[in-house]
């Protein structure tokens, strides 16, 4: 089969020009098909290859990014624990130097403790964030690739 360069209708090996607008079809190189086979890829199979591009990304990404999420919250977890730890230090100084009619100012300090705790917090969401941004940002990049390579512009 040739294809016409002007019209792209599909005509027969031995066709000198085409059958559809008279274009020269000299230069044209012939493309076998099988029998049964459309010259043109199907709407099915275009809408089918952009979905499973689409999906094979997002899932291995998903993968990769898995442990450094995993460690982030991780981070966040150990951080709120030692948040509430000292909140419960916090407390108990503070009801034993009210008890003995002491100054409450040493169960401030204890207080003070929960700074750590939370800058361990803010770290494990900074850690999540970036690393869902890059995950993100990695998959997009992916779908515009994929995109291209089936002839597709944004
Ligand atoms: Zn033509």
Same mark, same amino acid.
Not at 33 to 43: A, C, F, I
Not at 101 to 122: D, K, N, Q
Not at 134 to 145: S, V
């Given at each position: 089969?040739?294809?016409?360069?002007?019209?792209?209708?599909?005509?027969?090996?031995?066709?000198?020009?085409?059958?559809?607008?008279?274009?020269?079809?000299?230069?044209?190189?012939?493309?076998?098909?099988?029998?049964?086979?459309?010259?043109?890829?199907?709407?099915?199979?275009?809408?089918?290859?952009?979905?499973?591009?689409?999906?094979?990304?997002?899932?291995?990404?998903?993968?990769?990014?898995?442990?450094?999420?995993?460690?982030?919250?991780?981070? =966040? &977890? #150990?951080?709120?624990?030692?948040?509430?730890?000292?909140?419960?230090?916090?407390?108990? +100084?503070? /009801?034993? !130097?009210? %008890?003995?009619?002491?100054?409450?100012?040493?169960?401030?300090?204890?207080? =003070? &403790? #929960?700074?750590?705790?939370?800058?361990?917090?803010?770290?494990?969401?900074?850690?999540? +964030?970036? /690393?869902? !941004?890059? %995950?993100?940002?990695?998959?997009?990049?992916?779908?515009?690739?994929?995109?291209?390579?089936?002839?597709?512009?944004?």
């Amino acid at each position: 089969m040739k294809e016409c360069p002007e019209c792209k209708v599909w005509n027969q090996d031995d066709e000198e020009s085409c059958t559809a607008c008279g274009a020269s079809l000299g230069s044209v190189e012939s493309v076998s098909l099988k029998e049964g086979e459309s010259p043109v890829p199907e709407t099915n199979d275009v809408v089918e290859n952009m979905f499973s591009d689409k999906n094979k990304p997002s899932i291995s990404y998903s993968e990769k990014y898995k442990t450094a999420r995993m460690i982030g919250q991780l981070v =966040s &977890g #150990v951080g709120w624990v030692a948040v509430a730890i000292c909140a419960i230090a916090f407390l108990m +100084a503070l /009801v034993n !130097s009210m %008890d003995h009619h002491r100054s409450i100012a040493p169960a401030f300090l204890v207080l =003070s &403790g #929960v700074v750590p705790g939370l800058s361990m917090v803010l770290l494990g969401q900074i850690t999540q +964030a970036i /690393v869902d !941004s890059a %995950d993100h940002l990695k998959e997009m990049l992916e779908i515009i690739k994929s995109k291209n390579k089936t002839g597709f512009t944004m």
